[in-house]
């Protein structure tokens, strides 16, 4: 990981929501997904005695969608002005969440107890450039999880994306026009890591302001990942498609043994 990383999600705290379309129902929609997720993978009816560790919580998106739900949720982020702004929502939302500033690579000393879930959602992980980085975070992760707790990550489809080697997603027309939302995707000559440009453009009074926020990722491809999972001792690694889940990008579930 490159400290472009932590300077992209501190720069975007107060914006991150405008990234979506409209975030208070990604925030229902992810949350329904998940929850029904976690409903096929455990068996007691309720969530209130289900931990969830959301260890890239961001500015809460999945953390608020699953306390919403009853589960009882502890949420880290490396970037403290995510986590401020995630504490921030957490109240406007009447949810309660315990939050903490920690790196997924670390959360064996960051974060205390352990959990019946790890989440790590929206292509968090691949900001972790090199083997040594991931097996070190999945390794955390495993430390952080009850004997057959789950491990859940979603992550964008890299296995696809490395044969297209995409270099700008279609652009986002928002509030009537007034805010456009696109990137764009700088490949590395061997295709295995990419540098994200994030532009938001906004209209405001009249006058368009451009904020533009860049950060790199590599592309994990999914048997790379389940690999490094198998060897660390998680089992059961499962991959679950957008046209099955309604999710927006592949969910990777794999049990802790
Ligand atoms: C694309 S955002 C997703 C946030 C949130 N899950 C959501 O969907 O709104 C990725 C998040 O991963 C966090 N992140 C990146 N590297 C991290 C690390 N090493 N440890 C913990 N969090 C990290 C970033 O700070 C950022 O908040």
Same mark, same amino acid.
């Given at each position: 990981?490159?400290?472009?990383?932590?300077?992209?999600?501190?720069?975007?705290?107060?914006?991150?929501?405008?990234?979506?379309?409209?975030?208070?129902?990604?925030?229902?929609?992810?949350?329904?997904?998940?929850?029904?997720?976690?409903?096929?993978?455990?068996?007691?009816?309720?969530?209130?005695?289900?931990?969830?560790?959301?260890?890239?919580?961001?500015?809460? &998106?999945?953390?608020?969608?699953?306390?919403?739900?009853?589960?009882?949720?502890?949420?880290?982020?490396?970037?403290?002005?995510?986590?401020?702004?995630?504490?921030?929502?957490?109240?406007? @939302?009447?949810?309660?969440?315990?939050?903490?500033?920690?790196?997924?690579?670390?959360?064996?000393?960051?974060?205390?107890?352990?959990?019946?879930?790890?989440?790590?959602?929206?292509?968090?992980?691949? @900001?972790?450039?090199?083997?040594?980085?991931?097996?070190?975070?999945?390794?955390?992760?495993?430390?952080?999880?009850? @004997?057959?707790?789950?491990?859940?990550?979603?992550?964008?489809?890299?296995?696809?994306?490395?044969?297209?080697? /995409?270099?700008?997603?279609? /652009?986002?027309?928002?509030?009537?026009?007034?805010?456009?939302?696109?990137?764009?995707?700088?490949?590395?000559?061997?295709?295995? &890591?990419?540098?994200?440009?994030?532009?938001?453009? @906004?209209?405001?009074?009249?006058?368009?302001?451009?904020?533009?926020?860049?950060?790199?990722?590599?592309?994990?491809?999914?048997?790379?990942?389940?690999?490094?999972?198998?060897?660390?001792?998680?089992?059961?690694?499962?991959?679950?498609?957008?046209?099955?889940?309604?999710?927006?990008?592949?969910?990777? &579930?794999?049990?802790?043994?």
């Amino acid at each position: 990981m490159n400290d472009s990383v932590l300077k992209f999600y501190e720069e975007l705290a107060e914006d991150y929501h405008l990234i979506f379309v409209d975030w208070n129902q990604a925030i229902s929609r992810q949350g329904e997904v998940l929850d029904k997720l976690i409903r096929s993978k455990f068996t007691t009816s309720s969530a209130h005695n289900i931990s969830v560790l959301d260890c890239s919580c961001g500015i809460g &998106t999945q953390a608020i969608g699953l306390a919403k739900y009853g589960y009882n949720v502890s949420a880290t982020d490396i970037s403290p002005a995510s986590v401020k702004r995630a504490e921030k929502e957490a109240v406007s @939302h009447g949810v309660h969440i315990n939050f903490g500033v920690a790196d997924f690579r670390t959360l064996d000393q960051d974060v205390s107890g352990v959990f019946d879930i790890v989440l790590s959602a929206d292509n968090a992980i691949p @900001h972790l450039m090199i083997d040594e980085d991931l097996n070190k975070a999945f390794q955390n992760i495993h430390t952080k999880l009850n @004997h057959n707790g789950l491990l859940i990550v979603t992550i964008r489809d890299y296995d696809a994306m490395v044969k297209e080697k /995409p270099t700008i997603t279609q /652009p986002n027309v928002l509030d009537e026009g007034k805010r456009i939302v696109f990137q764009v995707y700088d490949w590395a000559e061997d295709g295995k &890591t990419y540098t994200v440009h994030q532009f938001i453009m @906004h209209e405001i009074n009249g006058e368009w302001k451009t904020k533009h926020n860049r950060t790199e990722y590599r592309a994990w491809l999914r048997e790379e990942i389940n690999n490094m999972l198998n060897v660390i001792g998680f089992t059961d690694v499962e991959w679950r498609f957008p046209e099955d889940t309604g999710y927006y990008q592949p969910i990777m &579930t794999a049990r802790k043994i």
